[in-house]
C-alpha cells in the first residue's frame, strides 16, 4: 500500500474487461469518492488486463494492457481482481499474485472447483486474502453469510438453483410446454444460452458452484469431481407434465448435504446417532412441490435455501449473473480487502477442518418418479411391483393411464438408496410386459 494525498491509497489492477470486468471498472471509477469513504483509503485502478485492447474505448488506454502476467507480478499492486475465467493462465496468475502477498478476488468457479486447494495455501502461507462471493450466484450475497454470519451454527443442507440459463429454459417448458431442444433454442436467441451451452446444460456450471458450497458449509474440500452431475437435455415436455400431475415442477438443483452412515468417516453422524458423518454433493434435474421456496424461483433468477441447526430455513434470491450484479458482489469483496490492508490484517481462510468422506452416489436417499410403458394386461403390476420390491425400493403409489393394449404406470417409491433405483430400472427393462422405462426423475419432498 502506497500513500497519496490525505487518505492512503489501495492499489488494485482488474484481469479482464468482459461482461463483468467492464462493470467493475465502470462502478469502481463512477463511485471511487464513496468506496474511498467506506473504505479509508483511496481504490486506485492502476491497470485493466485485456486480450484485445481496442475493444474497450471506454477505459483510459494508458491503463489497458495485454500483459496480464506482468502486471500481477508488479510489487505496487495491492489488489488483482480476476475476472477472466477459465483455468489458464488464471490458475498462475493468481499463485503469482496471492505468493508475493497481494489480495486477490476472483468470479472464477471453474477455477476454485478444480484448484481451490492450492489458491487457499498459497494464500494461507502469504498471509493474502482470497474473496469470491461472485463465484456463486452472481449479486446474491452467499459466501460470506456461509461463511461469517453462520459460522456459529451447523449447517444441515445447502439446496439452490445456481444456474440462470438452465432455470431460464426449464421454466419456459413449465410455462409453454414446448420441449427442451426448442427451449434452449429461444435461450440462446434471448442471450440466456451461450452458443455452446454445454457448462450450463450439462450441469458443469451447477456442479463448480455446488463443490463451492459444500466446501464452506461442511468444512470439508470438496471438488467439481467429488459432485454428481446431471443436466437437463434429458428432462423433457412428458416429464414437466408428469411433475405438474404430483404438484411439482421441475428444477435442476445443486444440493449439498450433511449426511449419515457415509463408510469410512470416523465423524460422529448427524445428531451424533448414526455415525459416519459425510457430505452429499450432487446436480440433477428434480421433482420439486410448487409449495417448495425454491419451486416460485422462475426464469434466470437464482435462488440458495439453506437449513441450519439453530438459525432454521433461510432462503437468498435475486440475480445470479450479469455484468453490473456480478460486479456488485465484486465491489463488495474490494471493499472488504482493501479494509484488511488498511486495518493490517485478513479476513477469513478456508475452513477444511471436518474433512468429511463424500457419500458415493449410489447410497444416496430420494424417492422417484417412474415413468413406464407396459402392457395392459393381468399381472403386469404384480410383475413390475415385485421387480421394485426384488431392489429393494418401495412404492409409495402407482398410478395407470391409457387402456386398450398399451398402458403407462407412473410410478412414485418412498425413499431409496440411488443404487438401488437403478438395480429396479434394469429389472424392469428385462420385463417383456415392459416397453420403455420412459422417465426416470427424483422427487424431492413430501407430495401433496
Ligand atoms: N457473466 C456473468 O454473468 C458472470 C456471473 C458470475 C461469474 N462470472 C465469472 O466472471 C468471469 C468473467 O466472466 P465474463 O462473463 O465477464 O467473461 P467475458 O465477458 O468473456 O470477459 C473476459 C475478459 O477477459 C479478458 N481476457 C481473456 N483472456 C485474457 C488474458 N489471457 N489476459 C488478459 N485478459 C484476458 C477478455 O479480454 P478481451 O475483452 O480483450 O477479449 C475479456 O475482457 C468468469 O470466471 C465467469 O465465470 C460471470
Do not use: W
Request: aromatic share 4%; net charge negative; proline share 4%.
Amino acid at each position: 500500500m502506497t500513500s497519496g494525498g490525505k487518505l492512503p491509497a489501495v492499489r488494485i489492477a482488474v484481469l479482464g474487461a468482459g461482461v463483468v470486468g467492464s462493470q467493475v471498472v465502470r462502478l469502481l471509477t463512477e463511485q471511487a469518492d464513496e468506496l474511498a469513504a467506506r473504505v479509508g483509503a483511496k481504490l486506485d485502478l492502476v491497470a485493466v488486463a485485456v486480450r484485445r485492447p481496442a475493444r474497450h474505448p471506454e477505459i483510459p488506454v494508458e491503463l489497458l494492457t495485454t500483459d496480464a502476467a506482468g502486471l500481477v507480478a508488479r510489487d505496487d499492486i495491492d489488489i488483482v481482481v480476476e475476472v477472466i475465467g477459465g483455468i489458464e493462465p488464471t490458475k498462475d496468475l493468481l499463485l503469482t499474485a496471492l505468493r508475493r502477498g497481494a489480495g486477490v478476488i476472483t468470479a472464477n468457479k471453474a477455477l476454485l472447483a478444480e484448484h481451490g486447494p492450492e489458491l487457499y495455501e498459497a494464500a494461507d502461507a502469504a498471509g493474502a486474502d482470497l474473496y469470491f462471493e461472485a463465484a456463486v450466484a452472481g449479486a446474491i450475497p452467499l459466501i460470506r453469510p456461509l461463511r461469517e454470519s453462520l459460522a456459529g451454527d451447523r449447517i444441515s443442507r445447502i439446496m439452490g438453483i445456481v444456474n440462470g440459463t438452465t432455470n431460464y429454459i426449464l421454466s419456459a417448458m413449465v410455462d409453454t410446454g414446448m420441449g427442451y431442444q426448442e427451449a434452449l433454442a429461444e435461450a440462446t436467441r434471448l442471450g440466456y444460452a451461450e452458443a455452446d451451452p454445454t457448462a450450463d446444460v450439462d450441469g458443469f456450471d451447477a456442479a463448480a458452484k455446488a463443490a463451492i458450497l459444500a466446501s464452506i458449509g461442511f468444512h470439508t474440500r470438496v471438488g467439481a469431481a467429488d459432485v454428481h452431475r446431471e443436466g437437463i437435455a434429458a428432462v423433457s415436455a412428458a416429464d414437466i407434465s408428469a411433475a405438474r400431475q404430483i404438484g411439482c415442477t421441475v428444477k435442476l438443483l445443486a444440493i449439498c448435504e450433511r449426511v449419515s452412515g457415509v463408510a469410512g468417516s470416523t465423524a460422529p453422524g448427524v445428531d451424533g446417532r448414526d455415525g459416519g458423518e459425510g457430505v452429499s454433493a450432487r446436480v440433477h434435474p428434480v421433482m420439486l412441490p410448487t409449495s417448495h421456496p425454491l419451486a416460485s424461483v422462475d426464469g434466470a433468477f437464482n435462488a440458495v435455501y439453506v437449513e441450519a441447526e439453530a438459525a432454521g430455513r433461510l432462503m437468498f434470491y435475486g440475480p445470479g449473473a450479469g455484468g453490473a450484479p456480478t460486479a456488485s458482489a465484486v465491489l463488495g469483496d474490494l471493499v472488504a480487502v482493501a479494509r484488511n490492508r488498511v486495518s493490517g490484517g485478513t479476513g477469513p481462510r478456508e475452513s477444511s477442518y471436518a474433512a468429511l468422506p463424500i457419500q458415493p452416489m449410489g447410497q444416496v436417499l430420494s424417492r422417484y418418479h417412474i415413468s413406464l410403458d407396459v402392457d395392459d394386461r393381468a399381472g403386469v403390476l404384480a410383475a413390475v411391483a415385485t421387480a421394485f420390491a426384488e431392489a429393494g425400493v418401495s412404492i409409495s403409489t402407482v398410478r395407470q393411464e391409457g387402456r386398450d393394449r398399451d398402458a403407462t404406470l407412473v410410478i412414485v417409491t418412498h425413499s431409496a438408496p440411488d443404487a438401488a433405483l437403478a438395480g429396479t430400472v434394469d429389472r424392469l427393462a428385462e420385463l417383456d410386459s415392459v416397453h420403455q422405462v420412459t422417465s426416470v426423475m427424483r422427487v424431492m419432498g413430501d407430495l401433496r
